[in-house]
């Protein structure tokens, strides 16, 4: 359950009065309380002062409390005091990004590029509950196609780009067409004219809207591994249980085997009713079949993989790490000054520990194929298991988002008493270090050895995917290949159809939540 605030709001007519009150979780707290920076007129204004409020006042009471000040936001202090109600921001979003430029670190970067509010509600039910595309929030069409895709050079001079499927939840529409990794999207609708142009061109807006603001599509492709295979799909958005694992294999190489599997997105190990979700089910299952294979080695393919929930990071660490890691640090907590100064009287904890017993893998090594879409909870995996283990990174560096949310559901009422949910708040509210207390890299985490990322290489190719080219290679030689070219030294098409894009849905989510920590605050 995220923690709820609901704002009570007293109509004179067309015009908020300006009386606030707020309650934390479902209880409805009494009294109220007059701002003194404006008078809310509409339902954003309501939205901009609950948010900051929440973020630089304090969570207790939705920021009217004039004893407690438990701001929530972790770069809090450097944001000046700021009249919420301005016109100077035409809505919440546009305060929260002037918000975000005072979160400075050395030589002034902005650190902040992750705090945001989702007005549908659909990312918790993804996260959270592992059902994609659902808006409980609001009345609004749900569900979505369940492929993610992106342009490509097709030539070595990159004067052309081609339209590819990077890839398909096995339980989404596309994944139960057929769709897969590596298809070349050539039409769209019956439109061919689908080039790049351009972030704000009007081929990209058109593809981007038939992709993911559509509920129905029609796509022409060349079959992946061909130029002469082509097929056709009429997809129709749905809701579906979301499987995070695209592929999943073992190898045996130089004698030993090797466990392999894409994760693609950290939904959580239980929903919000405490029970065991399909991802935890996937998830048993696969490590299950690792063990009784006797993997020696384990790599974890996260190279699309923009993070999620922090319990399902934990589940991964604690299933990966050797048994000399059981009931000792797995990783830090980092909140702001206040909230750190009350720890106790908020009910939030400052570290998190391996379970007494971990997953029984004996590992050499655990390899985790990383790129500029490897962020947050992804990060925290890895990192937290360096002071344990040998971990290899393999790839690019990754985004670098070393900080995560705890989730506020922002509500007012109408003049009728009715509640109106506005949004969920994800705003900054710490960061994580490991053991060692390393962590802090907001520049991303460097590779051990680089590797590109080719399109028309299928999930677990050896000799195609230069990354896994490139483990192999060193579980075979114990090192890695000379150059960083694994695959183009073997006579690869020199850099065509090298993934150098990021994936075109700019909806997705991109960070680590813990709603634990929402459920202890008190």
């Known amino acids: 359950m995220n923690k709820r605030f609901t704002l009570a709001v007293l109509i004179a007519g067309s015009m908020y009065a300006g009386l606030f009150s707020a309650c934390k979780k479902e209880s409805?707290?009494?009294?109220?309380?007059?701002?003194?920076?404006?008078?809310?007129?509409?339902?954003?204004?309501?939205?901009?002062?609950?948010?900051?409020?929440?973020?630089?006042?304090?969570?207790?009471?939705?920021?009217?409390?004039?004893?407690?000040?438990?701001?929530?936001?972790?770069?809090?202090?450097?944001?000046?005091?700021?009249?919420?109600l301005s016109s100077t921001y035409a809505n919440a979003d546009s305060l929260l990004e002037k918000m975000k430029e005072y979160a400075v670190g050395t030589g002034s970067t902005v650190l902040d590029r992750y705090s945001f509010l989702d007005r549908t509600g659909s990312l918790s039910s993804s996260l959270q509950d592992g059902v994609s595309g659902s808006l409980k929030k609001v009345a609004a069409t749900s569900g979505d196609y369940g492929m993610e895709v992106t342009y490509v050079y097709a030539d070595a001079s990159k004067t052309t780009t081609y339209l590819y499927v990077?890839?398909?939840?096995?339980?989404?529409?596309?994944?139960?067409?057929?769709?897969?990794?590596?298809?070349?999207?050539?039409?769209?609708?019956?439109?061919?004219?689908?080039?790049y142009d351009g972030t704000s061109g009007s081929n990209y807006t058109k593809v981007i809207n038939a992709l993911y603001n559509s509920t129905s599509v029609t796509l022409k492709v060349n079959k992946v591994g061909t130029s002469s295979t082509t097929a056709t799909y009429s997809l129709a958005t749905t809701t579906y249980n979301i499987n995070p694992v695209l592929f999943d294999t073992t190898y045996t190489i130089n004698g030993a085997k090797v466990g392999y599997f894409v994760f693609y997105t950290f939904t959580s190990t239980y929903t919000s009713k405490g029970v065991a979700s399909n991802t935890k089910t996937v998830l048993?299952?696969?490590?299950?079949?690792?063990?009784?294979?006797?993997?020696?080695?384990?790599?974890?393919?996260?190279?699309?993989?923009?993070?999620?929930?922090?319990?399902?990071?934990?589940?991964?660490?604690?299933?990966?790490?050797?048994?000399?890691?059981?009931?000792?640090?797995?990783?830090?907590?980092?909140?702001?000054?206040?909230?750190?100064?009350?720890?106790?009287?908020?009910?939030?904890?400052a570290s998190v520990n391996f379970p007494a017993n971990t997953g029984g893998l004996a590992l050499d090594n655990v390899f985790f194929i990383t790129s500029g879409n490897t962020a947050s909870a992804s990060e925290m995996t890895l990192n937290n298991l360096k002071p344990y283990m040998n971990v290899q990174l393999v790839g690019t560096t990754t985004y670098g988002k070393p900080c995560g949310f705890i989730t506020f559901t922002l509500?007012?009422?109408?003049?009728?008493?009715?509640?109106?949910?506005?949004?969920?708040?994800?705003?900054?509210?710490?960061?994580?270090?490991?053991a060692n207390h390393t962590g802090g890299d907001y520049s991303g985490i460097s590779p051990t050895d680089s590797a590109a990322d080719y399109i028309d290489a299928p999930w677990g190719s050896l000799t195609q995917d230069e990354n896994l080219y490139n483990i192999k290679y060193y579980l075979t030689n114990g090192s890695y290949p000379a150059n960083t070219g694994g695959r183009l030294a073997a006579g690869s098409n020199s850099g065509v159809l090298r993934v150098s894009k990021a994936p075109l849905n700019t909806k997705k989510f991109s960070g680590m939540v813990d709603y634990r920590l929402g459920k202890k605050l008190k």
């Open 28 to 84: 409805k707290a009494g009294g109220t309380t007059t701002t003194t920076s404006g008078t809310a007129t509409s339902d954003e204004d309501s939205l901009k002062y609950l948010m900051y409020n929440t973020m630089q006042v304090s969570y207790v009471d939705g920021g009217r409390s004039t004893t407690t000040s438990l701001p929530t936001y972790y770069w809090y202090s450097n944001v000046p005091t700021l009249n919420p």
């Open 166 to 195: 990077l890839y398909v939840d096995k339980n989404s529409p596309a994944g139960q067409a057929g769709l897969q990794r590596g298809d070349r999207i050539t039409a769209i609708n019956g439109d061919t004219n689908i080039s």
């Open 284 to 349: 048993d299952a696969l490590f299950s079949k690792f063990k009784s294979e006797g993997i020696t080695n384990l790599i974890v393919d996260l190279r699309y993989n923009g993070g999620g929930s922090v319990t399902t990071a934990e589940y991964l660490d604690s299933a990966i790490a050797p048994a000399s890691a059981a009931g000792k640090t797995m990783y830090y907590y980092l909140y702001n000054d206040k909230l750190t100064a009350n720890l106790d009287q908020v009910g939030l904890e």
């Open 411 to 434: 509500s007012d009422y109408d003049s009728t008493g009715k509640e109106q949910y506005l949004a969920d708040l994800y705003a900054i509210n710490f960061a994580t270090e490991n």
